[in-house]
């Protein structure tokens, strides 16, 4: 009887606010925000929908390109580089990032705090920074993690990135010898350069950010909603390299494109020496469901990228997990560059090869 009165209820208030909202519209013309905020949140302005996918932009591979898109990026910047990061631990990076600021360049850079695992110092590496005069702190405290891998150059570039600046992710100086398999953007257009601003501001200011731009995918705010569209979008074929497997409707929603005939492929990585393989239950409910896995023992699955039908992907920070969906600060975009497509698809393909 509850339920009955609470879906009636329920029912009753949706119509009522669908009329609002088409009278309002109708008479005035004005604007909804269609998605709840809070003051942890940002929000997608009116209408936050699912973007058809960037056109014109670049991507580097690593462990392919090592540090050199980075170096270069940083060395050729004239006015600013903003750079919101989960771990920053590559010298060479950060000797770029400190000459940078030496030559007047409005250098800010935003760590997390509190990386999983602990093994980088990112009050260090921020104080490091400071001295050489960079603007510095740590990221947002109103996400989980900001597990975000951004950089903003001379307001007119974004790179939108899977790698964070280590030497594991960009084959450089300092750490670990691991090789990963990472996608980097770089961005010129200026819808996604402007929201991406907006971004980086808001969580510099700890205030919520908004912006209007579809193709962006921004966790907390729409990143769910991109994956779960993105997935059942497809129509012939599907392919995902990602380094967590542990959402379940992401999860269920692999098995429901692969059980309606759709070629389902799927990396991740092949669990590090005595570890746990926290994938394991994902793995076995897609397998269960069709859906064909492997995993990848040659490189360090980091990568987040999905590629539908080869006419659109995601690349981003976004893991297949509630965290990152819901509570982290992630950044990601829709693409859809031919150029773009053919090297994620390529690479993908030798990663499949050398997979098990």
Not at 234 to 255: C, G, P, S, W
Not at 268 to 280: E, K, V, W, Y
Not at 338 to 345: E, I, K, P, S
Request: charged letters at 15%.
């Amino acid at each position: 009887m509850h339920d009955t009165f609470f879906k009636q209820k329920a029912g009753i208030t949706s119509l009522t606010y669908i009329l609002v909202v088409a009278l309002c519209i109708l008479l005035t013309g004005c604007t909804i925000n269609l998605l709840p905020t809070s003051s942890n949140q940002s929000s997608c302005s009116n209408p936050c929908t699912f973007g058809s996918g960037v056109q014109n932009v670049q991507v580097f591979v690593e462990p392919e390109a090592g540090e050199q898109p980075i170096l270069a990026a940083m060395q050729s910047a004239k006015k600013s580089i903003w750079l919101e990061m989960y771990l920053l631990t590559d010298r060479n990076v950060l000797r770029a990032l400190e000459e940078a600021a030496n030559r007047g360049v409005d250098v800010r850079v935003m760590l997390e705090p509190h990386p999983f695992g602990g093994g980088s110092s990112p009050a260090r590496t921020l104080d490091q920074l400071n001295a050489a005069g960079a603007k510095v702190q740590p990221s947002s405290p109103a996400f989980s993690l900001t597990h975000e891998k951004g950089m903003i150059i001379d307001g007119t570039t974004v790179y939108i990135m899977t790698s964070n600046f280590t030497r594991s992710a960009l084959g450089g100086s300092g750490g670990s010898s691991v090789s990963n398999r990472e996608y980097d953007i770089i961005d010129t257009n200026p819808d996604d350069v402007s929201a991406a601003i907006s971004i980086f501001q808001a969580d510099w200011d700890h205030t919520p950010a908004s912006f209007n731009d579809p193709n962006l995918v921004v966790s907390p705010v729409n990143s769910r909603n991109a994956f779960l569209t993105l997935i059942n979008s497809t129509h012939n074929t599907l392919l995902l390299e990602t380094e967590e497997m542990n959402d379940t409707a992401i999860e269920q929603a692999l098995v429901n494109v692969a059980q309606h005939g759709i070629h389902v492929q799927v990396i991740l990585p092949a669990p590090q020496g005595s570890s746990t393989d926290t994938n394991s239950l994902g793995i076995a409910t897609l397998r269960q469901g069709g859906v064909q896995v492997r995993e990848d023992a040659r490189l360090y699955m980091h990568a987040k990228m999905i590629v539908v039908d080869g006419q659109r992907a995601f690349v981003g920070s976004e893991n297949i997990s509630a965290q990152s969906l819901d509570q982290n600060r992630e950044l990601g975009i829709l693409v859809a560059d031919a150029g773009v497509l053919n090297t994620l698809q390529q690479t993908f393909q030798g990663d499949w090869t050398d997979s098990h």
